[in-house]
């Protein structure tokens, strides 16, 4: 034994042996909080996390704890365990926001044009987007829609991040953000802010309804969507969110209407939906 063969010298008064117990203490306490924050964050929002993403979550949780000035992880888990709705949001909104901007899939908008317009002229149409973030997507589905005189037509804009949705019921974006529109379309549909920044016109803006919703919970509207987007964040669901997440969408989907899905994202069930091209779906009549 390496012990036996350099025994370890008895120090009198030494404060050696306790820093290293209470530093063994301090980690384990520390793993003890990253498990529970890992194991709430599956059961709140059904994010899957394998090693892989642990490690991204974990790059995530020390951010948080750097910029909201908290000593410990162990006290973010303390938060949290005390249902504090503020941090519970912190932590979900740092967890959750991911990559958006405008025009994002312009082949889908291509295709939702072309389906509008085969539609009746009077009837009004409902669209869900699911996992909004900040909006960009909502904008842009608007902003293409009017662009071809198309009016008649509400787009209900959902995430879990109440701060993102804040973000996107503001409308209000970063210059170079707004650089894939054409000049035409910015002077149309957005008004200077100020030096750095455009906000979205109102007339573009009452088109959109904001809603915070959580795709794993239970979710029932009153009327039936034609059309849903819900793109990029399936791919982050496990069996158990993708499961509640797609049978969201199907409750709330007319037959015959259109889910827009991420090129990544998980195929939806067969039997359920056709494929109309790559990640565009219609549902069955069933």
């Known amino acids: 034994?390496?012990?036996?063969?350099?025994?370890?010298?008895?120090?009198?008064?030494?404060?050696?042996?306790?820093?290293?117990?209470?530093?063994?203490?301090?980690?384990?306490?520390?793993?003890?909080?990253?498990?529970?924050?890992?194991?709430f964050i599956n059961s709140y929002i059904g994010l899957r996390l394998d090693e892989n993403?642990?490690?991204?979550?974990?790059?995530?949780i020390d951010k948080i704890l750097i910029r909201e000035k908290i000593d410990s992880i162990t006290t973010l888990a303390n938060y949290i365990n005390l249902n504090n709705t503020k941090w519970i949001n912190i932590l979900v909104q740092n967890i959750t926001t991911g990559h958006t901007f405008f025009c994002r899939e312009e082949h889908h908008l291509?295709?939702?044009?072309?389906?509008?317009?085969?539609?009746?002229?009077d009837s009004f149409m409902k669209i869900w987007s699911a996992g909004c973030s900040t909006g960009e997507e909502v904008y842009s589905i608007i902003i293409s829609?009017?662009?071809?005189?198309?009016?008649?037509?509400?787009?209900?804009?959902?995430?879990i991040s109440t701060s993102s949705l804040q973000k996107a019921s503001f409308g209000i974006y970063h210059k170079d953000k707004v650089k894939r529109f054409s000049k035409d379309i910015i002077r149309k549909?957005?008004?200077?802010?100020?030096?750095?920044?455009?906000?979205?016109?109102?007339?573009?803006?009452?088109?959109?309804?904001?809603?915070?919703?959580?795709?794993?919970?239970?979710?029932?509207?009153?009327?039936?969507?034609?059309?849903?987007?819900?793109?990029?964040?399936?791919?982050?669901?496990d069996e158990r969110g993708l499961t509640a997440a797609y049978r969201n969408i199907i409750s709330n989907l007319k037959p015959e209407g259109l889910l827009f899905t991420g090129s990544t994202d998980i195929v939806p069930r067969k039997g359920l939906f056709v494929s109309m091209q790559n990640s565009i779906y219609q549902k069955l009549r069933t």
Do not use: W
């Open 53 to 60: 993403r642990q490690y991204i979550l974990k790059s995530k």
């Open 189 to 237: 549909y957005f008004s200077e802010y100020n030096d750095q920044y455009y906000q979205v016109t109102k007339a573009v803006r009452r088109h959109a309804k904001i809603k915070q919703i959580n795709m794993i919970e239970p979710v029932q509207f009153q009327e039936y969507f034609d059309v849903v987007f819900c793109r990029n964040i399936l791919m982050y669901f």
């Open 110 to 121: 291509k295709y939702l044009l072309n389906h509008v317009k085969n539609k009746k002229p």
């Open 145 to 159: 829609l009017l662009s071809e005189g198309i009016s008649n037509f509400l787009v209900v804009a959902s995430d």
């Open 1 to 39: 034994m390496l012990q036996e063969k350099y025994p370890l010298k008895k120090m009198k008064n030494s404060l050696y042996p306790d820093v290293f117990l209470n530093k063994s203490k301090a980690v384990e306490k520390e793993a003890i909080a990253f498990d529970y924050l890992r194991d």
